[in-house]
């Protein structure tokens, strides 16, 4: 397969000078694969190929995805799913991409009644009980997101985390240069029920060996000071092995939007040395956040898309995959 290979009649083929990359987006919508290739280019985030599947007459969503799974240049999956059909072969895909260790994650409309009638009238297939299907997703490991844009700003995280059914919930520490940007991401991922307990008394004392005053609550706020590489980088050093943490989010404030290489270089030069690592990026900065994502970092435009992605709900693992 080519990088951005794109099969489709929507009028995503007039898509100019696609980032090539490593994501496979599969779409039971035309539409959708033309709205993801265009919000992908603009995200920085990168395609291998994009298909989507019409009514699914001959060949299912999860047959298409399968038949990709042993090339090398795909890292991790994005689907766009209106319905379930052809369970047995989206499981045989799911089971597959598990075992070559590719993530999956999708955005499956019907979550409301209204939603579910539209999929039916659009597409002919049979309606289904989205309970069901949630079911269903989480026990393939197919990470389920609820927010479009977490479909593709998720895609960096998913590969950092064990995706899966856990009935425990994921420690997360957020490190932010400003103390309004952290604090909505603290408040969404504690509604989300992510565990907010804060740094333990071994890492509040070897930030403080580093000049950083954590404190013992939910949020490590690093002020202006923040803005500095240095300060930045040494409070990611510190929290991303901490073992008490399953991930952690880096909220950059306006220094993101005008001067990237002093709180966001370090987020992105953050990657691979500890447990999984995201970042929501507070101000308009699209500069920082394609610098993120080109590192490895699963970049968020928004508080609610973080804590909405459910890389962040699903078990986390100590032992990222780390970029080759």
């Known amino acids: 397969m080519s990088d951005g290979f794109t099969l489709t009649a929507n ?24 709205a993801l290739a265009s919000r992908g280019k603009e995200m920085g985030v990168g395609f291998r190929g994009l298909v989507s599947t019409g009514g699914e007459l001959d060949l ?52 409301s009644a209204e ?26 490991g197919i990470a389920r997101v609820t927010t479009f844009e977490a479909l593709l700003e998720g895609q960096h995280f998913a590969r950092a985390v064990e995706l899966g059914a856990s009935t425990k919930r994921p420690r997360v520490c957020v490190v932010s240069t400003t103390g309004g940007g952290g604090a909505m991401a603290v408040d969404c991922l504690a509604v989300r029920g992510a565990d907010l307990s804060g740094p333990s008394a071994e890492t509040i004392a070897r930030l403080a060996e580093s000049g950083i005053a954590a404190g013992h609550g939910a949020l490590i706020d ?43 270089k370090p987020i992105a030069d953050s990657v691979g040395d500890g447990g999984p690592l995201a970042s929501f990026v507070v101000p308009s900065a699209p500069d920082a956040l394609r610098m993120l994502r080109a590192s490895g970092v699963s970049a968020f435009s928004h508080a609610r898309v ?13 032992s990222p995959r780390r970029r080759q």
């Open 222 to 264: 690093l002020t202006l000071a923040g803005t500095r590489y240095d300060v930045m980088k040494s409070a990611l050093d510190v929290v991303l092995s901490a073992r008490e943490f399953d991930a952690v989010v880096a909220v950059p404030g306006s220094s993101a939007r005008f001067q990237p290489e002093l709180a966001v």
């Open 115 to 140: 939603g579910a009638g539209l999929a039916v009238s659009h597409t002919g297939a049979l309606a289904g009980d989205d309970a069901v299907a949630d079911a269903l997703l989480a026990d393939l």
């Open 11 to 34: 009028a995503a083929f007039a898509e100019p000078d696609l980032p090539s990359g490593n994501v496979f987006v599969a779409s039971q919508s035309g539409s959708a694969i033309g």
């Open 306 to 318: 973080v804590c909405r992605c459910r890389g962040i709900g699903v078990r986390a693992s100590r």
């Open 60 to 111: 299912t969503l999860g047959e298409i995805c399968l038949s990709t799974v042993d090339d090398p240049a795909i890292e991790s999956y994005a689907l766009f799913m209106e319905n379930i059909t052809g369970a047995g072969h989206l499981r045989s895909f799911a089971r597959a991409a598990a075992e070559r260790g590719k993530p999956v994650m999708a955005y499956k409309l019907g979550r």
